[in-house]
């Protein structure tokens, strides 16, 4: 069984412009959750998905966002980037059935310059 | 709010060294408890977990007891092995499963 797959594996953008993160969760899972992880905040909870309806957000400005499609891969957007968005973004997913095992992607090294 | 305190790293043992790592936590409610693993490049592997007071998880060699009464959730292993070098977070999660708060890792490296 395939894990969970995250793309790209690294992207360097500039400050102000905006990217798309990817992430197909393992087949069958049905909830995708998004963490940041930084040297200086460590790991973050950005928000979760299930039923492309977002179910919870963490505490991150408007400027960060998602989505769900209906074959439950996700995809998040940082527009307007900053310096300190630069961050491994973390992809994991689960079964929306009480289990609270989460499976996590490789992450996605975004660099802003 | 919901917060996980770590005991602060690196940690650099020789191998079947006795480990252990401290981990405390703060929560409303009666959160479930995790120990997360992340080998460089990868992403987090759960470790083994705990869902009410007194539990105790344990996978591959590593343990961890739940106390409620010391709010602590320390990652014990009787000899570390090479291979377990990596980075290990505890974390807690409370009302939402999949919304985990995590301490800040502990750098483990075990030398032959």
């Known amino acids: 069984k395939a894990g969970v797959t995250q793309t790209p594996r690294y992207l360097i953008k500039t400050r102000g412009q905006q990217v798309t993160l990817s992430c197909s969760p393992i087949s069958g899972h049905r909830s995708v959750s998004w963490y940041q992880q930084t040297p200086g905040q460590g790991l973050q909870f950005l928000f979760e998905y299930f039923s492309e309806t977002q179910r919870n957000k963490g505490n991150f400005p408007g400027r960060f966002s998602g989505r769900q499609f209906s074959n439950s891969r996700s995809e998040m957007n940082v527009s307007t980037l900053e310096l300190g968005d630069s961050a491994l973004y973390l992809c994991?997913?689960?079964?929306?059935?009480?289990?609270?095992?989460?499976?996590f992607g490789s992450g996605t090294q975004l660099s802003v310059l | 709010g919901n917060s996980v305190t770590q005991m602060e790293g690196p940690v650099t043992l020789s191998e079947e060294a006795f480990l252990t790592i401290n981990c405390t936590y703060t929560a409303t409610g009666y959160p479930s408890l995790f120990w997360y693993v992340q080998y460089p490049g990868e992403g987090l592997q759960l470790l083994l977990k705990a869902t009410k007071a007194d539990d105790k998880g344990s996978n591959k060699g590593f343990e961890a007891t739940y106390r409620k009464e010391t709010t602590s959730f320390h990652l014990e292993k009787g000899s570390v092995q090479v291979s377990d070098s990596a980075v290990y977070f505890c974390a807690l999660n409370s009302g939402s499963a999949r919304q985990l708060t995590f301490g800040s890792g502990t750098q483990l490296t075990v030398l032959p």
């Open positions: 994991a997913s689960s079964l929306w059935d009480g289990n609270e095992k989460l499976f």
